[in-house]
């Protein structure tokens, strides 16, 4: 878009400021002058840090920079910093360049420039004269005349730019962009912006712009005839299931959000490598005013059958396993998957006693925990709605624990619907057998008689649960911008005290469940040097109705929450934090809140590799944790908190980063007092020997 001031008064004050600015180097020795401190002041719109990152002439870094660089050189340290004219003249071009593009156009920048006693070093002093910011006084929108079914109402009722709001050039681009998206979407897939009869106008007087925008949308079209490309061919891959998930029919107005959004429905169907939606080659010399569409389909293989190897952090500790997986992709039609799989699941294997284990005690030992399962599932692209997914889900599962094995009979009926681009809601019905076998172990850890058998009654709950989320990061293994925001809340019981004569002997409790959960990253360097995490987590859950009244009936232990773990807070194991008596800790609690904060950064960038690795993968993590579970809310103390920190390494790989994390405490509310605090114990022989050394896969979050 060309940009027309209506003015010659600017040309002036830009020759008057240069004058100025070579006066000024006139005092200025010949020899080099090393930058110590540039000082800005008057600046309003953009603060100090953007302005410097702007410039080219820098700052000279401190000492400890300086002694790095000239011990290892650029890798580690910074070099000292001179003064050279033809750059800062160019620094000051670009700024005034950056205020203008930001409304600013009578923006005045006055440097001057102090010299040390023994002219070897510089002080530069910028003082920034704002003045007023340009404004938007009309916007004309052009080339649409023959539109007749697009008024300009229509366009301008959610423009980015309107009359009286300040003059950015990043949105009149953008509102260009915005309306070309608006009109390819009414039958106008081929709409440009005519360059040339463009223009922002500006004029001086006023310090007004008159934005204009003429448009060429060419013809208006419709969809024409849809052919389907599968290579290579399925015979069970026929047109009605892709005709299905289109969002467009032939003879429809042509838009391309549609075909984008086509797209994506066939490529979540779970049956391609690839799906794409293009025109039909020559279509170009077509003026029929229909659109010929090509799908083009390369679909993956119908049956699967693959073995595995499972590195995962599920309940915040290593697991490793292995696992064989059947898939049949479109299972008795309409885009239907079937899934089977069979896997064995080890947990905290570094904390096996294997020498019990071979010799006396075998896999029921305390140390012993892992996890085996069975899952057959059916999922349904599409359920109902384009939007709308459904899943039915057969698991049994055995998972044993330092103290008792779990056995899982669950029978799962789930929908997932994307509510908006981010937000994606949950609904699941689960029909859940469970049952609780202790070892012999356990008798010894102080649980009494009573609470075992109370634990240990089989139970079968009809569990509802509903989850919200929002997804706004910006990677899926890594990410270093955005958050991802989740609401969940369960009920359970509701179903059997309905309809009581179904089962009228086995057990149920009735009891409900809401967790909070938010994650949030930041890049501090705008480069993705130095990123900043949080995570947060609170979640309660309490028993009602007749449960309520009865200490027999418990919450699952399947459902209760545990503290500590390599996703938790570090310096405890798995499952053995809480500010619960210490002999019931391994049956979680009712209330939890944890926060985790990292700092990730990338020391090692521009180092390339050191054998086969590569080195700009390694980042360092500095972390901070806090939290602790619950038996509920009542017994809940700011004392109770426990704090922990460390030190940990990533290297990024293809399936998300290498974790390895080394946590101590900080402060332990388990402990007695006087021994509680960091400060209270030896540095090396209490706090960093009893340290724990966690290891994943993926970040912590």
């Known amino acids: 878009m060309k940009f027309i001031y209506i003015s010659s008064i600017t040309i002036w004050i830009f020759f008057l400021f240069f004058c100025e600015f070579l006066s000024a180097q006139v005092q200025l020795p010949d020899r080099l002058l090393e930058i110590n401190k540039i000082n800005i002041s008057g600046n309003r719109f953009f603060d100090d840090a953007q ?70 070093k510089l ?72 360059t040339d009869s463009s223009r922002a106008e500006r004029y001086y007087s006023t310090n007004t712009f008159k934005i204009k925008y003429f448009f060429n949308p060419g013809q208006k079209y419709k969809f024409g005839d849809v052919t389907i490309l599968v290579e290579p061919q399925r015979p069970d891959i026929v047109p009605s299931i892709i005709e299905k998930y289109l969002e467009f029919r032939k003879g429809e107005i042509v838009s391309k959000s549609k075909i984008i959004t086509s797209e994506k429905n066939l490529n979540r169907l779970g049956l391609f490598e690839s799906a794409r939606i293009d025109i039909k080659e020559n279509f170009y010399y077509d003026s029929t005013g229909v659109m010929p569409v090509i799908i083009n389909l390369r679909p993956k293989n119908r049956h699967e059958l693959a073995p595995e190897i499972i590195f995962s952090d599920e309940d915040n500790t290593f697991n490793f396993g292995v696992g064989l997986g059947y898939t049949n992709r479109n299972f008795l ?30 896999l029921n030992d305390e140390t012993v925990q892992g996890i085996a399962e069975l899952n057959l599932q059916i999922i349904q692209p599409y ?19 330092n103290f008792y094995l779990v056995t899982l009979i669950r029978n799962k009926i789930g929908l997932v619907n994307q509510f908006a681009t981010y937000t994606t809601g949950y609904f699941e019905w689960t029909l859940e057998r469970s049952n609780v076998n202790w070892l012999e172990d356990t008798i010894k850890t102080g649980l009494s008689l009573l609470r075992l058998r109370q634990e240990q009654q089989p139970q079968f709950n009809s569990i509802f649960s509903f989850t919200l989320q929002r ?29 009581k004569n179904l089962q009228p002997t086995i057990p149920y409790t009735q009891f409900y469940k809401i967790t909070l959960f938010g994650r949030w990253y930041k890049d501090l360097t705008k480069r993705k040097f130095n990123i900043f995490a949080l995570k947060l987590k609170a979640g309660y859950q309490d028993k009602y109705g007749e449960s309520k009244l009865n200490p027999d009936k418990s919450i699952p232990l399947s459902r209760r929450f545990f503290a500590g773990g390599s996703g938790s807070i570090r ?29 990730r950064v990338n020391h090692l960038r521009g180092f390339g590799k050191l054998w086969f690795l590569n080195l700009e993968n390694f980042w360092t993590v500095y972390f901070f944790d806090f939290g602790n579970v619950w038996n509920s809310l009542s017994d809940v103390k700011f004392t109770d908190i426990a704090l922990a920190s460390g030190l940990g390494i990533r290297y990024d790989t293809f399936v998300g980063p290498i974790r390895l994390d080394f946590a101590f405490r900080i402060y332990d509310p388990m402990e007695v007092y006087g021994k509680r605090w960091i400060t209270d114990k030896k540095f090396f022989k209490e706090t960093l020997y009893n340290g724990v050394l966690n290891f994943g896969i993926g970040h912590a979050f």
């Not at 070099?79 to 205020?99: G, V």
């Not at 359920?383 to 624990?401: R, Y």
């Not at 706004?472 to 005290?497: R, V």
Request: proline share 2%; charged share 25%.
């Open 333 to 362: 039609g309409n885009a239907r998957n079937f899934t089977s799989r069979i896997r064995l699941n080890t947990q905290s294997i570094m904390d096996w006693n294997f020498k019990r284990v071979f010799s006396s005690t075998g």
């Open 123 to 194: 002080d530069i002093y910028l003082n920034i004269i704002e003045s007023n910011r340009a404004t938007i006084d009309t916007v004309i929108y052009a080339g649409l005349e023959n539109c007749k079914d697009i008024s300009v109402q229509e366009i301008s009722a959610k423009s980015l730019i309107k009359k009286g709001s300040y003059y950015q050039k990043s949105l009149v681009n953008e509102e260009a962009n915005r309306v070309i998206d608006l009109i390819s979407n009414k039958g106008y897939p081929f709409i440009t912006i005519i």
């Open 383 to 401: 359920f109902f709605t384009k939007s709308l997914n459904g899943s039915w889900t057969l698991s049994l599962l055995a998972d044993k624990k």
């Open 571 to 599: 310096a405890w194991k798995t499952r053995t934090l809480g500010a619960i008596p210490q002999h019931e800790i391994q049956l979680g609690g009712n209330f939890i809140f944890e926060g985790n904060v990292e700092l």
């Open 471 to 499: 997804d706004k990061t910006n990677d899926i293994f890594s990410p270093t911008e955005g958050f991802f925001h989740a609401a969940s809340i369960e009920e359970s019981g509701l179903m059997q005290s309905v309809f």
């Open 51 to 120: 302005i410097l990152e702007s410039f080219a002439t820098k700052e000279t870094p401190g000492a400890i920079s300086k002694f790095l660089y000239n011990l290892f050189g650029d890798k580690f340290g910074k070099p000292n910093e001179y003064f050279y004219e033809d750059i800062f003249i160019s620094d000051l071009e670009r700024l005034k360049q950056l205020y203008s593009d930001n409304g600013f156009f009578d923006v005045n920048i006055i440097s001057d420039f102090h010299i040390s006693k023994d002219t070897t």
